[in-house]
């Protein structure tokens, strides 16, 4: 089964400051890529996504992801942090074939300082 | 399209009460999904419907859980004989059949005393 790990559980970055998140996954195959944002009492928004194609993708509010095949990994990055990007931050993973369900990962609570 | 809708936002209930969770999904969406979400952890999958057919349920939903979505539209999670370790957020998601893109609702916040 996949599974997916977050493995810093909170992260302090100054406003304008740069910011990555990491996540790693587990499976034997390609998977399916995803970031969510959640904000307090609010539910998730989908930040972006990787399939297939070019490692590097766009999602919104200026984030990007990079997916690495040797490490596992799908970090989100964003070069400069708006105090409105503190909140919640999910990695997930949909891997077998016509199984669309989802794992997540913990989570990374980020907070943005002044 | 006003997105995916829950209701209620907030429950609190007494120990051994029942409760039902109502989720409107984006109306062209014929997959629809359960999480529930506790705190400090990640949403985990509970169960989901390909229209009215529900065609997974994870081993989380023990036979205290149901879930049902009768036309093909909404959905309504119960809980009967709650415990306290129901309580968490009950977050309902949907997709285009086919698609691993889900949507997400705000959820419901089930506290249980």
């Not at chain 1, 539910?43 to 095949?69: H, P």
């Amino acid at each position: 089964a996949q599974s997916v790990t977050q493995p810093d559980i909170h992260i302090t970055v100054s406003e304008g400051a740069s910011l990555e998140l990491r996540c790693n996954y587990s499976y034997g195959a390609t998977p399916y890529l995803f970031w969510y944002v959640q904000s307090p009492g609010q539910g998730l928004q989908l930040l972006l996504k990787y399939f297939s194609g070019d490692t590097l993708v766009q999602g919104i509010k200026g984030f990007e992801a990079e997916f690495k095949r040797s490490q596992s990994s799908f970090n989100l990055r964003k070069p400069s942090v708006h105090w409105s990007d503190a909140a919640e931050y999910f990695c997930a993973v949909g891997a077998v074939p016509n199984d669309y369900k989802l794992s997540f990962g913990a989570g990374t609570t980020v907070t943005v300082r002044a | 399209d006003t997105g995916v809708s829950q209701d209620p936002r907030h429950k609190i209930t007494k120990r051994g009460q029942n409760v039902t969770f109502r989720c409107d999904p984006i109306s062209e969406h014929n997959r629809l999904y359960w999480y529930r979400q506790t705190l400090g952890q990640g949403p985990e999958f509970l169960t989901y419907f390909q229209n009215e057919a529900q065609l997974e349920k994870s081993r989380l939903l023990s036979d205290r859980f149901s879930a049902e979505r009768p036309k093909g539209s909404f959905s309504t999670l119960e809980i009967q004989r709650t415990e306290q370790g129901d309580s968490a957020m009950y977050l309902c998601a949907s997709s285009f059949d086919g698609s691993y893109e889900q949507y997400f609702g705000p959820g419901t916040r089930l506290t249980v005393t």
